[in-house]
C-alpha cells in the first residue's frame, strides 16, 4: 500500500512538473522558416531570411513601419527639410565651380542608451567604419552604390553625425539600407578588404554577443539547421517577451506543417513559410488552434509582355489580353480572395498610390472587338489568324514547379483561348528563368514573375529606356519588355528629384496612368503572405514589406 | 594485391582529375550565376553593383580560366570559398559527410542485417505463406516513394504518436548520444525501406540460384547440417552479385538521400550538392560531387577486394 502512494505521489509531482515545464517553455518560441541565410554580416548579400532573423537582433537607423511610413529605430527623428535636420548644397568641381547639381546634408543624432550586446555604445564611430566598408569596392557590400553616393559623413559628436549625399533625391531623409556595423570589432577584418566577407566577425564568429544591439542576440547556429537567439542584457528598449527564440530551418513546407502540429515548432513566419494555397487549406483544418492570417504585400505578381514580339507590340493586342482574363474570379477561386487584383505596380497601400487610372474589367466581347480591329479577324479551329495567314499564338512561360503558377497559367491559356488566342505553356527552372531567359530577353511572348519592391519605389530599373537589359550593356537593367517610351522616362527622372510629397504624388499619379494605358505588363495581382500563429501568441504584425514583422519582436507575448 | 590497390588508386586519381574538369564545366555553362539571382531579392540593387559583384567573385571570366584557377589552388589544399555558406568549402562538407556517413552507415547495416536472413529465408522457403508476405513487402518497399513514407512516418510517429521528433538532427540544446539516436530514427526507418526490400530480392534470388548448384547437393550428400551448408557454402558465393549491388549503390547512397535528408532538415551531403547546383555555388557542388565520385570509387576498390576474400578463385596478381 505504501509503495502505492509512492507511485502516486512521484505521478503526482510528475504531472505537476510537466506541467510547470510545458508553462515554462512558453518563455521560449520556436519559429519554423523555409530558407537558412547565407551570412549574417547585414551588408552582404541580400536575403529575406537574413533580414527576418536579424531584425531581432540588429536596428537599422530608420525602417519604414506598418503604415508604410519611415520612422526611427535608432535615430531620434527623420531629417527632413521642415525641422531643419536636411539643406540642400550646390555641388562644387574640384575648382570649387557650381556643376549644376545639387545635393543634400542630412543630420541625424542617435538616440541614447543604445549598446552593442558587449556593452560598447553605439557611437557615431559605427556610422562612420560603415561608410568606409560600405564604400569600398572590394568588401563585397551588395548596395554600393548607395554608400559611394556619400561624399562625406560629418561626425559632431558621439551621437549627432551629417551625411554629404551627392545625390538629391526624394529617398533624402532616411536611412534604409544603412546597416551600422560595431567598428570596435569589425575593424580588424577590414585591414584586408577584399578578405573581409571572409573575415568578418558575423562569418567567423556570429555568436559575439558585440555583433547585435537589438532586443535579442544570436548565441547559437548549425548553419543550414537552426539559430538560437538569447535577450540581450544591454539593450534598454521594452523588454521582449521571449527569453529565447529559435529559429528553425525545415525547407520541405509539407514538414513544416508536420513539425508544426508536432509540437516541434510553434510559430510558422509568414515572410519565409507556407504557400497560400497550403495555408488556406491549414487554416480549414486546424483553425481552432492557430490563427492564420493573410498580409498582401509588395509582391507584385504580373506578366511581363515582350514588346519586340509584332503581335505585343500592338497595343490593341494587349489591351484585348487583359480584358480577355476574370482576375477578380483568378483570385477568389484559386486563392479565396487573398490575394487582391492588381491595376497597376503600385500597392493600394502604398501612399502615392491612385485609383484614377484605366482600369481593365473583364469583357471578352470588347476583347474580341480589339483582336479584330488590329487584324485578328479570321477564325480557323477556334484561334485567329490575320490576313497574311499568320497565326495569333503567344509563349506563356514561368517557373516549373510552382504550382500555384501552373495553375493560374492554366486558367488563363483557357481564357485567352475562348477569344480565340492560342497559348503555349512553357516553363523552366527559377535559375534558368531568371538567370538567362528573362534577364536576357530571350523569352518570345509573356513571363510571370512577381517584382519585389519597397514603399514608393522609383521603377528606374523596370521601366525607364536605359535600362533595357543589351547585350552592349553587359544585360545590366530589369527593363525586361522593352518598354521605352519618352514621358515615362521623363516621369521617372522628375519623380527622383522632386521632394515635395503633394507634387511627387502628382507626378507618380501620372505615372501610373500611364503604365496602365500602355500597359508594358498586365499586372495579376499582389502576393500574399500567410502568417500561421498559434492562438496564445500575440503581438506579431504583419507588415506586406521587405522590412519585416521581426522588427517588433519584443511586442510579442504569451497572452495572459 | 597490394599491387593492385595502388594500381585502382592510381585510376581513381586521373578519374577525379577528368571529373574534375568536366563537372566544373558543365556548373560554369549552367544558364545564370548567383549574382544575377540576387536581384530578385533585393529590389535596390543597381546595375552597376551586380557588375561590380561579378568582377569581385570572378564570374565575370571564362570558364577555363576559372577552373585552372581553381585547379591550381586545389593542389596546394585550398579548395575554395562556398558563396552560399560563406565560408570555406570543406569546413561545410566535412560535417556534413560525417551526418551522410552515419546515416548511410546506419540505415545501409540495418538494411544488411534484415536483408540477408530475409532473403536466405524466402529462398529457402519458396511458397511458403511467410515467403509470399516476404516478396509483397519487397515489392511495397521498392514501390512507396521515400517523401511519402518520410510524411507518413512523421505523421504517425510524430504528429499522432509524440514520440518522435518530426525533424532535425537533434534537440537544440542537448546533443547528446540518446538524443541523437532518437532523431535518426525516423530517417533511418525511411531510408532503409526500400534499400531492405531491393536488397532481399537480390538475396533471394541469388540464393535460389547458389542452391541449384552441384556442389551444393553435394554438401548436403556428405552430411553437413542445413545451416552449415547454407551459411558457410552457399551464401558465401550468394554475396558476390550483392557485393555488387553495393558498390554500386554506395555513390549514390551518399548523393541520392536528398528527397529524405529535405524531409527531416538532415544536414547531409545531397541537400548540400543540391543546394549548389541550385545556388549556383560552384565550388561547394564541384568538390560535393567529387565526393560522391571518390566515394563510389573506393566503394568499387572495396567491392574488389571483397570479391577476392568471398571467392578464392579471383586473383589480381598479375599472370607470368
Redesign the interface.
Known amino acids: 500500500m505504501m509503495r502505492v502512494r509512492l507511485w502516486l505521489l512521484g505521478l503526482l509531482v510528475s504531472l505537476v512538473t510537466l506541467t510547470s515545464t510545458e508553462a515554462s517553455t512558453k518563455q521560449r518560441l520556436v519559429i519554423g522558416v523555409t530558407q537558412f541565410p ?2 549574417l ?1 547585414p551588408l ?5 531570411i537574413k533580414s527576418y532573423i536579424l531584425a531581432m537582433a540588429r536596428r537599422q537607423i530608420s525602417i519604414i513601419d506598418h503604415n508604410w511610413e519611415p520612422v526611427c529605430q535608432l535615430c531620434t527623428e527623420l531629417a527632413t527639410f521642415e525641422n531643419g535636420r536636411a539643406k540642400v548644397f550646390s555641388i562644387k568641381d574640384k575648382y570649387g565651380r557650381a556643376t549644376g547639381e545639387r545635393g543634400v546634408k542630412t543630420r541625424f543624432t542617435l538616440k541614447d542608451e543604445l549598446f552593442w550586446g558587449d556593452g560598447t555604445p553605439v557611437t557615431t564611430e559605427d556610422i562612420f567604419f560603415t561608410w568606409q566598408v560600405g564604400k569600398h ?2 568588401t ?1 557590400v ?5 554608400f559611394t553616393d556619400i561624399i562625406d559623413i560629418k561626425v559632431h559628436d558621439t551621437k549627432s553625425f551629417t551625411i554629404i549625399n551627392k545625390k538629391l533625391d526624394y529617398r533624402y531623409y532616411a536611412l534604409s ?1 544603412f546597416n551600422i556595423l560595431p567598428a570596435h570589432l569589425e575593424k580588424d577584418a577590414f585591414k584586408e578588404p577584399r578578405d573581409y ?2 573575415k568578418t566577425l558575423y ?1 567567423t564568429n556570429p555568436t559575439h554577443p558585440g555583433l547585435y544591439n537589438g532586443p535579442y542576440r544570436i548565441t ?1 547556429i ?5 539559430i ?1 537567439l538569447e535577450q540581450n542584457e544591454y539593450w534598454k528598449g521594452k523588454t521582449p517577451g521571449f527569453k529565447q527564440i ?1 529559429v ?5 513546407t ?2 513544416l506543417e ?2 508544426l ?4 515548432i510553434d510559430y510558422i513566419a509568414g515572410e519565409a513559410g507556407l504557400s497560400l494555397d497550403q495555408a488556406v487549406s491549414f487554416e480549414k483544418r486546424h483553425s481552432e488552434r492557430y490563427q492564420v492570417s493573410y498580409k498582401p504585400g509588395l509582391i507584385y505578381e504580373h506578366l511581363d509582355l515582350m514588346l519586340d514580339n509584332p503581335i505585343l507590340s500592338d497595343l490593341r493586342v494587349r489591351k484585348a489580353l487583359i480584358h480577355s482574363i476574370d482576375r477578380t474570379a483568378i483570385s477568389n477561386r484559386l486563392f479565396s480572395g487573398k490575394q487582391p487584383v492588381a491595376h497597376n505596380k503600385i500597392h493600394p497601400l502604398d501612399w502615392i498610390h491612385t485609383n484614377n487610372i484605366k482600369k481593365y474589367s473583364f469583357d471578352p466581347q470588347k476583347a474580341r472587338e480589339l483582336l479584330n480591329d488590329a487584324g485578328w479577324n479570321t477564325t480557323k479551329a477556334g484561334f485567329r489568324y490575320n490576313s497574311a495567314g499568320k497565326k495569333l499564338q503567344l509563349e506563356l512561360m514561368s517557373t516549373a514547379g510552382n504550382r500555384s503558377r501552373e495553375l493560374v497559367e492554366q486558367v488563363l491559356q483557357s481564357y485567352w483561348k475562348a477569344v480565340g488566342i492560342d497559348i503555349k505553356i512553357r516553363n523552366q527552372p527559377a ?2 528563368l ?4 528573362i ?1 536576357k530577353r530571350k523569352f518570345t511572348g509573356l513571363a510571370m514573375f512577381a ?4 514603399p514608393e ?1 522609383l521603377p528606374r ?1 523596370t521601366l525607364h529606356s536605359q ?1 533595357v537589359p543589351t547585350k552592349e ?2 544585360w ?3 527593363n525586361y519588355t522593352g518598354f521605352k517610351n519618352q514621358l515615362m522616362d521623363q516621369l521617372i527622372d522628375s519623380i527622383e528629384i522632386e521632394l515635395e510629397k503633394d507634387k511627387r504624388k502628382k507626378l507618380w499619379g501620372q505615372l501610373q496612368r500611364l503604365y496602365a494605358e500602355q500597359l508594358p505588363a498586365i499586372p495579376l495581382y499582389f502576393r500574399a503572405n500567410s502568417f500561421i500563429v498559434p492562438r496564445w501568441l500575440k503581438g506579431i504584425r504583419p507588415t506586406g514589406h ?1 522590412f519585416t514583422s521581426t522588427n517588433w519582436v519584443e511586442d510579442w507575448h504569451v497572452i495572459k | 594485391m597490394i599491387r593492385f590497390i595502388i594500381n585502382r588508386t592510381c585510376q581513381s586519381l586521373i578519374i577525379l582529375l577528368v571529373m574534375s574538369f568536366f563537372i566544373y564545366l558543365i556548373l560554369g555553362l549552367m544558364p545564370g550565376d548567383p549574382i544575377d539571382l540576387l536581384v530578385g531579392s533585393d529590389p535596390t540593387i543597381s546595375s552597376g553593383d551586380l557588375q561590380r559583384l561579378k568582377e569581385l567573385y570572378d564570374i565575370d571570366k571564362p570558364v577555363l580560366e576559372r577552373y585552372l584557377a581553381w585547379i591550381t589552388n586545389a593542389v596546394q589544399g585550398d579548395f575554395g570559398y562556398s558563396r552560399l555558406f560563406a565560408q570555406p568549402v570543406m569546413d561545410i562538407l566535412s560535417p556534413r559527410l560525417f551526418n551522410s556517413i552515419t546515416l548511410m552507415g546506419v540505415s545501409l547495416a540495418l538494411a544488411l542485417l534484415v536483408a540477408i536472413p530475409t532473403g536466405v529465408y524466402a529462398a529457402t522457403h519458396p511458397n511458403s505463406l511467410l515467403e509470399k508476405a516476404i516478396n509483397f513487402l519487397c515489392f511495397a518497399g521498392i514501390s512507396i516513394p521515400p517523401f511519402w513514407l518520410a510524411l507518413l512516418f512523421i505523421l504517425l510517429f510524430s504528429v499522432l504518436a509524440g514520440i518522435l521528433p518530426a525533424s532535425g538532427m537533434q534537440t537544440i540544446g542537448d546533443g547528446s548520444l540518446i538524443d541523437r539516436v532518437h532523431h535518426m530514427i525516423l530517417p533511418v526507418a525511411t531510408l532503409s525501406m526500400a534499400t531492405i526490400a531491393g536488397y532481399t530480392r537480390h538475396v533471394s534470388a541469388s540464393m535460389t540460384e547458389v542452391l541449384q548448384n552441384d556442389y551444393i547437393r553435394t554438401a548436403r550428400a556428405k552430411g553437413l547440417l542445413e545451416k552449415s551448408v547454407l551459411w558457410r557454402h552457399a551464401l558465401k558465393n550468394a554475396l558476390i552479385p550483392v557485393v555488387t549491388i553495393i558498390a554500386l549503390d554506395f555513390g549514390s547512397l551518399f548523393s541520392g538521400a536528398l528527397i529524405t535528408e529535405t524531409m527531416f532538415s538532415w544536414l547531409g551531403m545531397g541537400k548540400t550538392i543540391y543546394d549548389a547546383i541550385i545556388g549556383s555555388d560552384y565550388n561547394l557542388a564541384l568538390i560535393g560531387l567529387l565526393l560522391a565520385t571518390l566515394l563510389t570509387l573506393t566503394a568499387n576498390i572495396m567491392a574488389d577486394i571483397a570479391y577476392a576474400m568471398l571467392d578464392p578463385r579471383i586473383n589480381y596478381q598479375k599472370k607470368n
Not at chain 1, 222 to 226: E, F, I, L, M
Not at chain 1, 248 to 252: D, H, S
Open positions: 547565407s551570412t554580416n552582404i548579400d541580400s536575403m529575406l569596392k572590394e563585397g551588395t548596395n554600393h552604390q548607395s539600407g566577407r571572409k562569418q547559437e548549425v548553419s543550414g539547421s537552426y538560437v529559435q528553425k530551418t525545415i525547407e520541405k509539407s514538414a508536420a513539425n502540429l508536432s509540437g516541434a535559375r534558368v531568371f538567370g538567362e531567359t534577364s517584382w519585389l519592391s519597397a519605389s530599373t535600362s550593356n553587359n545590366s537593367g530589369q521587405m
